[in-house]
């Protein structure tokens, strides 16, 4: 085992306002040997850049809510800080070379954790602590026959990225077949050419759209997958957290198509969540508080977190037990602007702080970041709570 000098790892700071997007980003910046630093928004970035001076790379996603995007943040961090290396990665834009700042690197999602931890070594240099095979140069010269499983797996293993491309070449033939069908039959229905302008360029829009949003959930789906099995105990386990990740970003994916994609109501989020854990004839939920429509990006949010508590409430907490009780209860503070969110749970077993961090107390704790605001854990005897406090200016949909 060879590693590197004694010194503290670099820092990357990440820019990604998709939750579990950016909490996979920051296991690839662990992976390579490095420290993340998190920010959800180009704002958030400006302000951690202007108040520190030890970060060596920038790792950020293009599209972006807030006053600039991801190529316009890059923009500005390589004018006011030119020390500082830029990867930009996006599943919808592919900017060119004259639209990147110099030296700066662009991969589309998904993203390849193996390919990502080389290029961000290769940009800032190795890891705090690298593990190196101790292989001879002339053991590399020997027949494939004679060299050992971790040299033949350098040459070709099948990566996350691989396969996901080769589904979105897929998915690219389908919407090329989807525009042929649609001409033929806009031709067939006897559409004159000027409405039929129109509608191949509202058509474009639409197939456009479409797969930005195909590609950002083949993104998600591929996080979900990677954290879930990096925190797995077992295969089954691992294969059962995939499940209920996935089928939880379903539920949110349906509860929005209901609303056309736009924002639906918190109540409705809170019960959806909840209803596969509970029995409506014991009605082991109670659920109290205001109704109010918040964006898109915090019902997906908000979903992945109900759904993490009423897991670990199922396994662990209240609900493990007959006996058990949850609390959903909200409320919005008018003076302050804030909605505060409490999940308590009673009448179950003695509760225990757990000892490793997983994923999904991560991700709890990521919608506070998420939401710009804060989240306490809170393992009582009496029961695990869960507070969540954000400005409601995170929740509502824009203007």
Known sequence: MNSTSSAAPANVLIVEDEMVLRMRAVDIVEDAGFNAVEAVNADDAMVILESRSDISLLFTDIQMP??????????????????????LVSGQIKPTDAEKPEDSRFFGKPLGAAQMVAEIQDMVGAGVLQIVPAVSAEMTTLPVSFKPAVLLEEEHHPTAQEFLTAENDSLRL????????????????????????????????????????????LATVSAIASQSLRNATSLEHGQQAIEGRLVALGRAHDLLMQVSWANAGLAHIVRGAVEAYDSQSEGRFTIDGPDIRISSGAVIALAMTLNELCTNTTKFGALSVPTGRVAVTWQIDEATQRLRLLWSESSGPKVQAPTRRSFGTRMMGSLGQQLSGQVRLSYEPSGFVYALDVPLSSLLPKP
């Open 174 to 217: 389908l919407l090329e077949q989807a525009v042929i069908d649609a001409n033929v039959l806009l031709a067939q229905a006897g559409i004159d050419a000027e409405e039929r302008e129109a509608a191949d360029k509202l058509q474009k829009l639409i197939l456009d759209e479409l797969h930005h949003r195909i590609k950002n959930t």
């Open 66 to 87: 807030g006053s600039m995007d991801g190529l316009k943040l890059a923009h500005a961090v390589h004018n006011r800080w030119p020390a500082i290396k830029i990867i």
